[in-house]
C-alpha cells in the first residue's frame, strides 16, 4: 500500500466514522427531544407538585396544631379527674368517719 492509499483509506475510514457519529447524534437527537407542549405540560406537572406540597405543608401544621391542642385537653381533663377522685376519696373517709362517730354515740346513749 503505498502513501496516497493510505491516506485515502484513512480519509474513507475517518468520513465513516463521522457520519456514524452523525447519525447516533441525530437518532439522540430525536428520541430525547422535548416538544414545546411537552415542556408546558411538564409546567403544569411541576406547578401542581409544588401546590400539593405547599398543602401537605399545611396539612402537616395543621395536624400538629391539633394534636398540640389535643394533648393539652387531655392533659387538663386527666388534672380534673384526679382532682375529682382526690374529692371523691376525701368525702368518703369523711362520711366513713361520720358513720363511725354516729354509731358510737348511738351506742353510748
Given at each position: 500500500m503505498n502513501r496516497?492509499?493510505?491516506?485515502?483509506?484513512?480519509?474513507a475510514v475517518l468520513f465513516v466514522a463521522f457520519l456514524l457519529g452523525w447519525f447516533?447524534?441525530?437518532?439522540?437527537?430525536?428520541?430525547?427531544?422535548?416538544?414545546?407542549?411537552?415542556?408546558?405540560?411538564?409546567?403544569?406537572?411541576?406547578?401542581?407538585?409544588?401546590?400539593?406540597?405547599?398543602t401537605r405543608?399545611?396539612?402537616?401544621?395543621?395536624?400538629?396544631q391539633r394534636e398540640a391542642e389535643?394533648?393539652?385537653?387531655?392533659?387538663?381533663t386527666e388534672a380534673e379527674l384526679q382532682a375529682a377522685m382526690d374529692g371523691l376519696r376525701d368525702a368518703r373517709e369523711e362520711a366513713e368517719e361520720l358513720r363511725?362517730?354516729?354509731?358510737?354515740v348511738q351506742a353510748d346513749s
Open positions: 496516497s492509499e493510505f491516506i485515502i483509506a484513512t480519509a447516533a447524534s441525530w437518532i439522540i437527537h430525536r428520541v430525547t427531544r422535548v416538544t414545546q407542549s411537552e415542556m408546558g405540560e411538564l409546567d403544569k406537572m411541576a406547578q401542581s407538585l409544588h401546590e400539593a406540597e405547599e405543608d399545611q396539612a402537616i401544621t395543621y395536624l400538629q389535643l394533648t393539652n385537653q387531655l392533659t387538663q363511725n362517730y354516729i354509731e358510737s
